[in-house]
């Protein structure tokens, strides 16, 4: 069956900007997580999502980035006001129940600031 | 210091070699270690999991893990140039659900 897709799969942008990414999980998945990958550096996880719950935001950097996640679909992670260390890959992995080491992960977004 | 320590390599072996891969970690909360593959470009997937302490295998892999010395492994036997890839390892506790990731180690396996 399909995978987790994020969209786009490459984005620059000025500096200042505001991004929005963009992640389609699994079918059926209930959870939702979002991770940040900076170059050399390993995953940083950002917010978590499962189903109907309040999403545990404890992850995201600073009050720039937001995130939303439209029922059990489609989740969009915002960045206002885009900062050069905001570059980074970011990526969305999704499993079928909440609290699951097993989490299948998407082929991520490569944001760039300039 | 991060909770979760790698050696990012990189890692390069001939062909048919073992491979090690290893990380240490300081939160004695973690139960679940997981070994993920990332090849360029892509996302990280599962390879393996091992839950507390013990060993696991899976064909050319082998996992284990030490929790008295917080020490996790992974074994690649008869190495193919098709395991070049990043090894990240992960791990989380009973009561979580973000995974703890270090930061991965690069390995090339030349033919």
């Known amino acids: 069956g399909a995978g987790v897709s994020q969209s786009p799969s490459n984005k620059v942008t000025e500096k200042g900007k505001d991004v929005e990414l963009r992640c389609d999980p699994i079918s059926g998945h209930t959870a939702l997580y979002w991770y940040r990958q900076r170059l050399g550096q390993g995953l940083e996880f950002l917010i978590y999502?499962?189903?109907?719950?309040?999403?545990?935001k404890s992850g995201l950097p600073s009050d720039r980035f937001s995130a939303e996640r439209t029922g059990e679909s489609v989740s969009t992670l915002t960045i206002q006001r885009t900062q050069q260390e905001d570059s980074a890959v970011y990526l969305c992995?999704?499993?079928?129940?909440?609290?699951?080491?097993?989490?299948?992960f998407g082929p991520g977004t490569r944001l760039t600031v300039t | 210091q991060k909770e979760v320590e790698q050696d990012p390599g990189p890692l390069s072996v001939p062909e048919g070699a073992i491979v090690s891969l290893n990380c240490t970690y300081s939160n004695s909360a973690f139960q679940y270690f997981m070994w993920y593959r990332q090849y360029s470009r892509k996302g990280p997937e599962l390879l393996m999991y091992t839950y507390s302490s013990g060993n696991k295998e899976d064909g050319r892999f082998t996992a284990q893990v030490d929790k008295s010395s917080k020490y996790i492994s992974l074994f690649i036997r008869d190495s193919q140039p098709s395991d070049s890839a990043t090894y990240l390892c992960a791990m989380m506790s009973n009561s979580g659900y973000a995974l703890n990731f270090g930061k991965g180690t690069s390995l090339l396996v030349t033919p």
């Open positions: 999502f499962q189903g109907n719950s309040a999403p545990d």
């Open positions: 992995a999704s499993s079928p129940i909440g609290g699951s080491y097993e989490q299948y």
